[in-house]
């Protein structure tokens, strides 16, 4: 009887072996392909070929789609690249991803959305799964078995989009999207949307537990950064301030932690709340006049730390 149901349990399991292997292999449609996933591989050429002094912005898509690197880079007379992609891939990736790059002297700067530090959105979701077997298979390493169970989820929907890109027509359209690969510039920022106008966004509140597991993250990260003699700074992600209200308690409680364990924040997360009227299409995103503002004040941040002279200097 027990061998019977084995039987029946691989029975029933192998044409899902099957679907699964075959969405494996099945390539991304060319629509696909224009995705804002695809800008890690550019972003990536970047940390290899920019050289030093250099500032690398960590984070998900309140980098990309909230700031202006060419001033900061201009101001501060430092290169910097801006890795931010999309909040989707986990705060756990985006440090593993970009471990290997750091160099010496490099000045990193983590922003991570406040969501991350809450529930499981650190493990990411269906846009790294894209990434980790599309975009950049490479970087399936950077992937532990808990973090591969977290993604489980995910799976029936990155399977169903494999399977319908194959009946898509190819885009013939060759205009520009916000969230296009081709939406970023030569410092990694999103810029397409600097000439529109904003959209309705409701507010977004954090729910769910704390997840210490983030700062567990953070913590070896660092040990990573100071090995290679570079130096860690975490800002905090700009927010629509109706969101901010919503969620103030469990901001407050990360940005505690975060100083409990002695990481060099450049500001408190009051200093990164953003009116409505300057959010784009989400609360983490702003429009032209927000990203100029929070370029503005992070650059402000940034001195307090890096003298003119690109000389490095740790507040206490």
């Avoid at 989820?153 to 060759?174: A, C, H, R, V, W």
């Avoid at 959209?199 to 769910?208: N, V």
Wanted: glycine share 4%; charged share 25%.
């Amino acid at each position: 009887m027990k061998s019977f149901i084995i039987k029946i349990i691989l029975l029933l399991l192998l044409p899902l072996v099957i679907i699964i292997s075959v969405s494996l292999v099945i390539p991304p449609s060319k629509a696909f392909q224009k995705n804002l996933l695809y800008a890690q591989i550019d972003k990536n050429e970047l940390l290899k070929k920019v050289s030093n002094p250099r500032i690398i912005l960590v984070g998900g898509s309140n980098l990309s789609l909230g700031l202006d690197s060419k001033r900061i880079r201009d101001s501060m007379n430092i290169n910097v690249i801006n890795t931010g992609v999309e909040f989707a891939l986990g705060i756990k990736y985006m440090l593993r991803a970009t471990s290997g790059f750091i160099k010496k002297g490099d000045i990193i700067i983590i922003s991570p959305e406040y969501h991350q530090f809450f529930g499981d959105f650190a493990y990411g979701e269906t846009e790294l799964l894209y990434t980790t077997i599309d975009v950049l298979p490479q970087t399936s390493k950077y992937l532990d078995l808990y973090q591969c169970y977290k993604l489980i989820p995910f799976m029936p929907t990155y399977i169903q989009s494999k399977f319908k890109g194959l009946f898509e027509e190819s885009d013939n359209d060759t205009t520009i999207g916000v969230y296009d690969r081709k939406s970023f510039n030569t410092f990694g920022d999103a810029i397409i949307h600097w000439k529109m106008r904003k959209k309705e966004i409701p507010p977004f509140p954090i729910k769910g537990n704390i997840n210490n597991d983030v700062f567990v993250e953070l913590n070896n990260f660092r040990e990573i950064v100071d090995a290679k003699k570079a130096m860690l700074l975490i800002t905090f992600p700009c927010f629509q301030d109706l969101s901010f209200a919503k969620s103030s308690v469990k901001i407050k409680e990360v940005e505690l932690i975060l100083r409990k364990n002695g990481f060099n924040l450049l500001s408190n997360p009051e200093r990164y709340v953003f009116p409505d009227s300057l959010t784009f299409d989400t609360p983490y995103h702003l429009t032209k006049k927000g990203v100029d503002l929070r370029t503005t004040l992070l650059i402000q941040d940034i001195r307090k730390v890096v003298d003119t002279n690109n000389a490095m200097k740790i507040c206490n």
